[in-house]
């Protein structure tokens, strides 16, 4: 089944087999999905006593990665290290976060969740897990796990792509 295009851009192409047609398919449902995570983050409000998006990345990050550096936790959360320093600053005086020199090399300083992020971020975590699980409830794990695959594939291949550009 093809979706329809929201632009003429997007038409599909005159493709000769079913596996060409389903990459397709695919392409144009990835552009969307990354269309409509980027108006997600462009809709990011600041009001006071919100967290953005990209804060919650921070936050989801520490709750996943454990104590880190602020370099290594804006790679998770895809913002850049001086952007990630200024977030960090903000959820610390809200106390959601905590840093703490590494033991092991005075200079480093590592970040970990307070109580409070831990309980924010699980509460998030509640709220979307709910909605993840109505969106993809009709598929099955092993549909799942294919879907997982694919995705990481593309993203090792933007970030050759990425590493390409960059080199070239």
Do not use: N
Not at 8 to 16: F, I, T, Y
Not at 40 to 65: C, I, K, M, N
Not at 96 to 112: A, F, G, P, Y
């Amino acid at each position: 089944m093809m979706y329809p295009s929201s632009t003429e851009s997007e038409a599909p192409s005159k493709l000769v087999g079913p596996r060409e047609q389903a990459v397709e398919e695919f392409g144009l449902a990835f552009k969307r999905a990354m269309g409509a995570v980027r108006r997600l983050r462009g809709r990011d409000t600041h009001r006071a006593g919100e967290l953005s998006y990209a804060q919650f990345g921070l936050l989801f990050g520490l709750a996943e990665g454990g104590k880190m550096a602020s370099s290594e936790l804006a790679l998770c959360a895809d913002v850049a290290p001086g952007t990630a320093t200024q977030m960090l600053d903000s959820l610390a005086a809200a106390g959601l976060i905590e840093r703490v020199r590494s033991e092991t090399d005075r200079r480093s300083v590592l970040i970990s969740l307070t109580a409070r992020g831990s309980e924010l971020v699980a509460a998030r975590r509640a709220r979307y897990q709910g909605l993840w699980g109505a969106a993809l409830g009709e598929f099955s794990g092993a549909e799942l796990r294919s879907a997982a695959a694919v995705l990481d594939r593309m993203r090792a291949l933007f970030d050759e792509l990425g590493r390409d550009e960059l080199a070239g």
